[in-house]
């Protein structure tokens, strides 16, 4: 190892890297496939594509990528302040929501701080509290979904930061409201809660709730958001976080000038306003979840209950079952980094999309 890299703190050394999944350029290298032949099931994307009304607003905006975007995304900003009822304030803008969650840990982590996050949960969290410095305290899942209540009782005079992924990924699972606000109102006031909802949009009408709401009454609420999941946009790099005026202030001091691009910028503005995408993209989420967790009861498979736009189900050998989807050009994501090394976790994609991934995946396991 090189002096300069040695110098680094060794926090930084140990993080272990996020694993992505697969590019399908590069599956097709690799087995020497058509890119066409691929079925990509790994990274909870739309498998509608972008609202084409974003794209549109994509197109016009290519001819201004000379021009810095607007460093306080005023356009989008003021689609969000209609949709939500917040005031331009409170609204922080994110490359990803992903930035916001470390703009979250800049604001508030150090080597002498801690942040709680679930076991089970978004890889992020425990790299936002590495970079950082700071102690990362997992705590175990209850039925590989969050213990809210344990989560609480993690929390040390030193923590400053808690993690909520509502649903969850890669597990799916949901946290009814009424748990969180339990939660909200336990916990102490000079922690901040982030509360993760990239797949807020695909919860079913009974399960919705309206947490901008709670923003009134908890000013250590932070609510993330993205447009990378339903929206369709995850190659642009765009999300939101919503919170009280003086806490969106300390986050947006702490955040890059020019974060999110100004074709990023347009088109989620775009996004947000195209409410038939939306409805369309959620109804086909909903009857490829039916259909994929027919096929899996139908081998036999265990699977977790999800309330996002993927589904995680046990296999045993996921490494070999992975790779006998590979050869057959199926790209899902592999689980084991979030010790879950018997699961394998698919998007819900297009109907022929399921059909091959359970064909595929009857005959990884001998069954076809
Ligand atoms: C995908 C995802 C995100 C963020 O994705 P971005 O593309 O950075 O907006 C955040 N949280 C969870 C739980 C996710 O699954």
Known sequence: MSKVVQQAPEYIRSISPYIPGKPISELAREMGLREQDIVK??????PLGASPKALEAAQRAISEIHRYPDGNGFELRAALVKKFGVAPEQIVLGNG????LNLCAAAYLNHETSAVFSQHAFAVYPLA?????AHGIEVPAREFGHDLPAMLAAIRPDTRIVFIANPNNPTGNFLPAVEIEAFLD???????VVLDEAYNEYLEPEQRYDSVAWLEKYPNLVITRTFSKIYG????RVGYGLARAELADLLNRVR?????????LAAAAAALGDEAFVARSYAVNRDGMAQII??????????????????????GDAATINRKLLEQGVIVRPIASYQMPEW??????????????LGALAKALGRA
């Not at 929501?97 to 916001?100: A, G, K, Q, R, V």
């Not at 509290?129 to 410095?133: D, F, I, L, N, R």
């Not at 890059?256 to 990023?264: D, I, L, R």
């Open 97 to 100: 929501s992903n930035d916001l």
């Open 294 to 315: 027919a096929g899996l009861k139908a081998l036999g498979l265990e699977y977790i209950p999800s309330s996002g736009n993927f589904l995680t189900f046990r296999v």
């Open 186 to 192: 336990a916990a102490p006031d000079d922690v901040l």
């Open 129 to 133: 509290v590495k970079s950082a410095g």
């Open 41 to 46: 099931l790994a990274s909870n994307e739309n």
């Open 256 to 264: 890059e000038p020019f974060n999110v691009n100004n074709v990023a």
């Open 233 to 236: 946009l995850g190659g642009l």
């Open 344 to 357: 394998l976790r698919v998007t819900i994609g297009l109907p022929a999309e399921n059909e091959r991934f």
